[in-house]
């Protein structure tokens, strides 16, 4: 029997629990990957929530968290192409951050690499840093190519607006 039980008005599991008070609230899937992502513990690999702890305890809390981030994770990578794009740019809107502040940190940190789950097969991860390495520079170049417009920075004579 578990230690702790759910507290009057609880959903009656960590899962159902976590996703109608914290995830059916984060709009977008890569939204919801990135928070997910930030509740791991990058020094032991293990997921910690407070109010789930409390509520569920740390095995149940841990596990909701973790399937959580595998089924959120396969969502976006189930997603097409235009998907994709459409649901990171609308995550990046959302940032305090400007959209090209967090494009160019995303690419020269590579801080997205962190947000795959443990449980995600090479190939899996392979998928998902290429495509969203691919939106990232897409995102990059649209910012670019705004700017030379605008006159805000010199185009290299050597480009083509197309490159």
């Given amino acids: 029997m578990p230690r702790f039980k759910p507290l009057a008005g609880l959903e009656r ?29 990058p020094a032991s690999g293990a997921y910690r929530h407070h109010g789930l702890i409390a509520s569920f305890g740390r095995d149940e809390a841990a596990r909701a968290l973790r399937q959580s981030h595998e089924k959120e994770f396969q969502a976006w990578l189930n997603l097409s192409l235009s998907g994709k794009n459409d649901d990171l740019r609308e995550y990046l809107l959302g940032l305090d951050a400007s959209q090209d502040e967090a494009v160019e940190y995303w690419i020269r940190s590579g801080i997205y690499r962190s947000y795959v789950p443990a449980s995600a097969m090479d190939a899996e991860v392979e998928l998902f840093c290429r495509d969203l390495e691919t939106l990232l520079n897409l995102l990059k170049r649209d910012a670019l190519m705004r700017r030379q417009r605008s006159g805000a920075e010199p185009r290299d004579q050597d480009s083509s607006p197309l490159a």
């Fill in 13 to 41: 599991s960590a899962l159902a629990d976590l996703w109608k008070h914290t995830l059916s609230r984060i709009p977008t899937t890569s939204g919801r990957i990135v928070y997910l992502a930030g509740l791991r513990d």
